[in-house]
């Protein structure tokens, strides 16, 4: 329906009634449930900088980040994302960061 | 695929241009706050570059995003490299590293 090529992507409409997808918002909860899925030690805080569920912030502090350019690490979040980035999320600032520990 | 044209003509872009970035609108009317802001930046360290709206082509606005493998506008390319978007460009700002690669690619600012 977004073009992408997974066919199980349902969670979004069942959790908020059957609406377009490219017109509803993201929860910040989504946003940091689908990191963390990606990136399972990640620490995740979001935003919403607007309170329209459309312009949001995000830190995510990983150790999977460590050795990476700061170009690969928002990729890995945008990866995580799985295309809503520029579609149904319309920004998301980022600040990633690599847990003094790692 | 053997060629693609809109990769070709991003790749000149990128080649011919020291200094290009990818925005919604031109520099002097940016049509969005995130580019505004990389222009400003830009300005603020007095490098010359090359504004491209994206918001002219949509092929090109759909192309810039996956040969950078980025999903967002404006994208900031310097010597054929993609630095990045507007958080990593703002904050590279704020701790010195964007003038410093500048200089480590040789791009001298006008002012």
């Known amino acids: 329906m977004l073009g992408q090529t997974e066919q199980t992507e349902c969670s979004i409409r ?10 509803m918002p993201m929860e910040a909860a989504d946003i940091e449930r689908l990191i963390v899925e990606a990136m399972p030690d ?12 459309d312009h949001y912030s995000a830190r995510v502090t990983s150790a999977a980040f460590k050795g990476k350019s700061r170009v690969q690490q928002h990729q890995m979040v945008y990866q995580a994302l799985k295309g809503r980035m ?17 | ?23 919604k609108g031109t520099p002097v009317f ?3 706050g995130f580019s505004a802001t990389l222009v400003e930046v830009l300005s603020r360290i007095g490098v010359k570059f090359k504004g491209i709206d994206v918001l002219a082509d949509p092929s090109l606005r759909d192309g810039i995003k996956s040969f950078s493998e980025w999903p967002t506008i404006p994208q900031l390319y310097v010597k054929g490299e993609f630095v990045g ?21 040789g791009v001298e600012p006008v002012a």
């Open chain 1, 14 to 23: 069942s959790e908020t009634g059957w609406k377009s997808v490219t017109a």
């Open chain 1, 86 to 102: 520029g579609d149904v999320l319309h920004a998301l600032a980022l600040q990633t960061s690599i847990p003094s520990d790692a």
């Open chain 2, 30 to 32: 940016p049509q969005c």
């Open chain 2, 1 to 23: 695929m053997d060629s693609n044209p809109i990769f070709d003509r991003i790749r000149q872009d990128v080649t011919e241009n020291e200094v290009v970035l990818f925005m």
């Open chain 2, 85 to 105: 978007g507007c958080d990593i460009i703002r904050e590279m700002h704020t701790s010195g590293e964007l003038r410093k690669l500048l200089e480590e690619k």
């Open chain 1, 42 to 53: 990640a620490t995740v805080t979001i935003e919403d900088l607007r309170g329209d569920g």
